[in-house]
T-cell receptor, first 114, second 116 residues
Framework: AQSVTQPDIHITVSEGASLELRCNYS??????LFWYVQSPGQGLQLLLKYFSGDTLVQGIKGFEAEFKRSQSSFNLRKPSVHWSDAAEYFC????????????FGTGTRLLVSP | GAGVSQSPSNKVTEKGKDVELRCDPI?????LYWYRQSLGQGLEFLIYFQGNSAPDKSGLPSDRFSAERTGGSVSTLTIQRTQQEDSAVYLC??????????????FGPGTRLTVL
């Protein structure tokens, strides 16, 4: 079965500092990987996704993620965090065959300090 | 264009009552998903529709939960005899349905259900 682990429940980063949110997945084949963001009072918004090809994926709002098959990881990064990035971030994995559902991690809440 | 809309935005009900939650997907999207977001459980998949059929109901937690979709558009999630553990935010998402899981799923704002 697919599963996603986000080991950090909360992370606090100073504004302007770099950010890395960790995501590890369990899946038997090449997964479809996603990062979503949920801002307070907002719905989930897709930041980026990876299916194949270049393992470094660029997304919206200056975010990027790198797929590392050997580590079963898909970590999200941003070189310089803005206060508006404070939100909850969810990593998700989907199968590329069969039923089409996303399996989400439990999320990482990002706090940005001044 | 309009995004995914859900109604009501908030629902407070008494234990044992039935509730209906509604989802209006983006026009033209054939795939529709229901998820539940609750404390301690994160986001969990409930059911997936392609058109009016539901090939995957594997996430429905009990037979008190059911969902239907009519006309390939609006979907209703029904919870019968609500229990306190049903309290959660219920999220709906839609996607074009042309590339399967590769399609971006667009989420609605959710319905917050509180069972007293």
């Amino acid at each position: 079965a697919q599963s996603v682990t986000q080991p950090d429940i909360h992370i606090t980063v100073s504004e302007g500092a770099s950010l890395e949110l960790r995501c590890n997945y369990s899946y038997g084949a090449t997964p479809y990987l996603f990062w979503y963001v949920q801002s307070p009072g907002q719905g989930l918004q897709l930041l980026l996704k990876y299916f194949s090809g270049d393992t470094l994926v660029q997304g919206i709002k200056g975010f990027e993620a790198e797929f590392k098959r050997s580590q079963s990881s898909f970590n999200l990064r941003k070189p310089s965090v803005h206060w508006s990035d404070a939100a909850e971030y969810f990593c998700a994995v989907g199968r590329n065959t069969g039923f089409q559902k996303l399996v989400f991690g439990t999320g990482t809440r990002l706090l940005v300090s001044p | 264009g309009a995004g995914v809309s859900q109604s009501p935005s908030n629902k407070v009900t008494e234990k044992g009552k039935d509730v209906e939650l509604r989802c209006d997907p983006i026009s033209g999207h054939t795939a529709l998903y229901w998820y539940r977001q609750s404390l301690g459980q994160g986001l969990e998949f409930l059911i997936y529709f392609q058109g009016n059929s539901a090939p995957d109901k594997s996430g429905l937690p009990s037979d008190r939960f059911s969902a239907e979709r009519t006309g390939g558009s609006v979907s209703t999630l029904t919870i019968q005899r609500t229990q306190q553990e049903d309290s959660a935010v219920y999220l709906c998402a839609s996607s074009p349905g042309t590339r399967g899981i590769a399609d971006t799923q667009y989420f609605g704002p959710g319905t917050r259900l509180t069972v007293l």
